[in-house]
């Protein structure tokens, strides 16, 4: 079965400084990974995906992550985060089209000014 | 471009009580899906639609009811209300078409809460 493991419940860094989120899926054949971003009160935005390819992809907001199969990993990762950057991130696997998407329980970013 | 509405926005039921959560989108997607979440749980997928007339289980399905008569609409409802089922519902939709996989368009949440 499908599953999203996001190990870290909270993360606090401080402004300026570099981040990394990360994100250990379970899937039984080539998955496609995504990373989302819920800002408070807010439904959730896509930041990336990883569909094939080149294994590290560039998204929104400066963010980037880094697809690593031998890991089954998907960290997200960003040089330099901004106060902006505070709200929940959640890691999700799925497969083709037709199949569901699995999210991860989340991982709520704290910055310190 | 409205994407995907959900109504309403916010929600009170009493115990035993029974409602749909509605959610249309116009970006004729095929794809649709009903998520719950909980604090600390993340988001949880209650059904799923691939297209008109079809529809699955997802990881949580029990007290929910889903339809899916036309593309646009995926309609969630409530038979019998348990305070288990006090959650933030998020509606999605995908065109299944980007390099074969769902890229999700989420709406903005209904917020329920069972007394």
């Known amino acids: 079965a499908q599953s999203v493991t996001q190990p870290d419940i909270h993360i606090t860094v401080s402004e300026g400084a570099s981040l990394e989120l990360r994100c250990n899926y379970s899937?039984?054949?080539?998955?496609?990974l995504f990373w989302y971003v819920q800002s408070p009160g807010q439904g959730l935005q896509l930041l990336l995906k990883?569909?094939?390819?080149?294994?590290l992809v560039q998204g929104i907001k400066g963010f980037e992550a880094e697809f690593k199969r031998s890991q089954s990993s998907f960290n997200l990762r960003k040089p330099s985060v901004h106060w902006s950057d505070a709200a929940e991130y959640f890691c999700?696997?799925?497969?083709?089209?037709?199949?569901?998407?699995?999210f991860g329980k989340g991982t709520r970013l704290h910055i310190l000014p | 471009n409205a994407g995907v509405t959900q109504t309403p926005k916010f929600r009170i039921l009493k115990i035993g009580q029974s409602m749909t959560l509605q959610c249309t989108q116009d970006?004729?997607?095929?794809?649709m899906y009903w998520y719950r979440q909980d604090p600390g749980m993340g988001l949880k997928l209650i059904y799923y639609?691939?297209?008109?007339?079809?529809?699955d289980k997802g990881e949580v399905p029990n007290g929910y009811n889903v339809s899916r008569s036309t593309t646009e609409d995926f309609p969630l409802r409530l038979e019998l209300a348990a305070p288990s089922q006090t959650s933030v519902y998020f509606c999605?939709?995908?065109?299944?078409?980007?390099?074969?996989?769902?890229?999700?368009?989420f709406g903005a949440g209904s917020r329920l809460t069972v007394l």
């Open positions: 999605a939709s995908s065109s299944g078409t980007d390099s074969g996989a769902n890229v999700l368009t």
């Open positions: 899937y039984g054949a080539t998955p496609y």
């Open positions: 990883y569909f094939s390819g080149d294994t």
């Open positions: 999700a696997v799925g497969g083709n089209r037709d199949d569901k998407i699995i």
């Open positions: 970006m004729n997607h095929n794809y």
């Open positions: 639609s691939v297209g008109a007339g079809i529809t």
